[in-house]
């Protein structure tokens, strides 16, 4: 479905790859139009920034996303337990991989460093840090 009209606005939204895509989604300033023309014109520019999406290559480093996470982990739990445990996670991260890109991190060296933990300290450790890895790579 492309555009489409609910009321009196036409809206937008494609699918690729199995994934919905709507303006809001891809940062477009307006995803509603009042005219048809204009909701084509939109689309056509939702097509656009989808697919410069999808064959742009991110590159994000493991400092990066930790600092991002814990910029938003301040806001977002006021416990000062909690933050410690987020920020005590990032730091053993970048100590035992150092700075390396998203990408490059494995499913395997994450298993790795929990079962290290397990080990080292408790099972239950290893569901925290379990937990929280979870958090910081989704």
Request: aromatic fraction near 10%; include cysteine; proline fraction near 1%.
């Amino acid at each position: 479905m492309a555009i489409y009209k609910k009321k009196d606005w036409w809206y937008a939204r494609i699918e690729k790859d199995n994934m919905k895509w709507t303006p809001a989604k891809v940062g477009m300033d307006q995803t509603r139009w009042r005219t048809k023309r204009d909701a084509r014109l939109g689309d056509a520019e939702l097509r656009q920034r989808v697919e410069k999406l999808r064959t742009t290559r991110m590159s994000l480093d493991l400092l990066t996303l930790c600092n991002e996470y814990l910029n938003d982990a301040k806001v977002s739990f006021i416990g000062q337990d909690t933050f410690a445990n987020k920020k005590r996670l990032c730091q053993e991260l970048i100590e035992r991989w150092g700075n390396i890109s998203i990408g490059d991190i494995t499913v395997h060296m994450a298993h790795s460093y929990l079962l290290e933990r397990a080990e080292k300290v408790s099972n239950n450790s290893f569901n925290v840090y379990r937990k929280e890895g979870r958090r910081l790579f989704e």
